[in-house]
């Protein structure tokens, strides 16, 4: 059972690169990472997810050190719309959702 | 294509009351959970379905809640009787195939529900 540590919250400003870490220590060979973002009143939506290396999206990147013991989520030019929390999951094809919960996430503040 | 839908978005009922939930998945979606959302806390499965089998129901309160998914497409969420720590955000989701949590889950909007 692959536990995470995120930081609780985050403050950045319009236009900056934010990067958000997620700590990970006892990943599985098989597990992958996923990441989160929800608004709120709305369900969480997904964001990324990757299992080394790096991957791009046209929304963040997510960066994995090749011990993949912690991941870091990058969001280019944040504005204010970012602003909600993100949640690091840890998990395989096998993982139900139960064994990789979503934690309590880190609350990003975009300020103007 | 359609989200997932999930009724009523708002309930407020005093404690030892029932309540039910509805949700439909996206058409196709093997898989449901349901969440529990407290206040300035992340979401808690309840349990999860693949199709109409329950995969996990390990942080379901079983006393007092219970869940169903009969024909493998919408399914129902009961609680009975409610208590005042019940009060959170129940949240519906689905995903294309397969328990693990490398599928994209899909999320309704949650139906808030606050017990008095």
């Known amino acids: 059972l692959a536990k995470t540590t995120q930081p609780i919250s985050m403050d950045s400003y319009e236009g900056q690169e934010v990067n958000i870490t997620c700590s990970h220590n006892n990943i599985a060979t098989n597990d992958y990472i996923t990441w989160y973002q929800q608004f709120p009143s709305q369900g969480p939506r997904f964001i990324i997810q990757g299992y080394k290396t790096k991957v791009t999206n046209e929304v963040a990147s997510l960066f994995i050190p090749a011990d993949r013991k912690s991941s870091t989520l990058s969001l280019p030019r944040v504005s204010l719309s970012d602003t909600a929390v993100y949640y690091c999951l840890v998990g395989g094809i096998n993982t139900n959702a139960g064994k990789s919960t979503f934690g309590d996430g880190t609350t990003l503040t975009v300020k103007p | 294509e359609a989200g997932v839908a999930q009724s009523p978005r708002y309930k407020i009922i005093e404690k030892r009351q029932s309540v039910a939930f509805w949700c439909n998945p996206i058409?196709?979606?093997?898989?449901l959970y349901w969440y529990q959302q407290i206040l300035g806390q992340g979401p808690k499965l309840l349990i999860q379905f693949q199709n109409n089998g329950v995969v996990d129901d390990s942080q379901l309160p079983k006393d007092r809640f219970s869940a169903e998914r009969l024909k493998g497409v919408d399914s129902t969420l009961k609680i009975q009787p409610a208590k005042l720590e019940d009060s959170a955000v129940y949240l519906c989701?689905?995903?294309?195939?397969?328990?693990?949590?490398?599928?994209?889950?899909?999320f309704g909007p949650g139906t808030r529900l606050t017990v008095t």
């Open positions: 989701a689905s995903s294309l195939a397969g328990t693990g949590t490398t599928y994209e889950q899909y």
């Open positions: 058409s196709g979606h093997a898989t």
